[in-house]
Every structure is written in C-alpha cells, then in structure tokens.
Nanobody, 129 residues
C-alpha cells in the first residue's frame, strides 16, 4: 500500500494561485493513478483531477479545466496540483488519493471515491473574496 501526505494549502484571495503537493511513499507511482479530490463542509467529496503514473494521461473536472494543472515527478514520488485563478467556490479540503490498476480510458469520466484505496490526510484551501 502507498502512503500519501498532502501539503501546500493555505489562504489566498480570489484570482490567486496555490500549488499543492502530494508525497507518496511505500510504492512506485508507475502503477498508480493519483487523483486530487476536494470536500467542502456539508458537501460530497468530488474528483478534481488525476494523472496516470504509467503514461501521464490526465483528467480535469469541468469546474477546474483551464485553471488547474496536475503533474507528477515519478523519480521523486511526487504529484502536484497547480491551481490558478482561484475562486471562492474552490474552498475545500483537498485530498490526494491513489488507485492501482485503474485504466484512464478514452471515455474516462473522472475519479470516483470507490476506486481509490489510499488517501492522504488532506490540506485546507481557502479562497477569500
């Protein structure tokens, strides 16, 4: 099992940027899909973005497409989420999660909670208006 730790959250004004980091240990990223989820108080957790450690394929939810960029550095066992043009509705606890043997096929519709076995502790992102 892979262990995950998120960092990089904070308080930022609308229009600002943050870069979240997810550090993985215990396994190589090559066989995993790493996803970023977020959860605001009283709301269900939603999949934001994910990246395949095997081929670099990426997915973005419509709500963040064009503003967020996911990337990975397999040699460092790190995954990043660069968040630009932040909006108040981006405020949430952000989690990274790992799924092994998950196929990001051509019609992939985004990460689902049940597909991911390993989760980080979360990092708070607050966007003020």
């Amino acid at each position: 099992e892979v262990q995950l730790v998120e960092s990089g959250g904070g308080l930022v004004q609308a229009g600002g940027s943050l870069r979240l980091s997810c550090a993985a240990s215990g396994s190589t990223l090559d066989d995993y899909v790493i996803a970023w989820f977020r959860q605001a108080p009283g709301k269900e957790r939603e999949g934001v973005s994910c990246i395949s450690g095997s081929d670099g394929s990426t997915y973005y939810a419509d709500s963040v497409k064009g503003r967020f960029t996911i990337s990975s550095d397999n040699a460092k066992n790190m995954v990043y989420l660069q968040m630009n043009s932040l909006k108040p509705e981006d405020t949430a606890v952000y989690y990274c999660a790992a799924a092994v043997w998950l196929s990001m096929h051509s019609g992939y519709e985004g990460p689902k909670d049940a597909d991911f076995d390993s989760w980080g502790q979360g990092t708070q992102v607050t966007v003020s208006s």
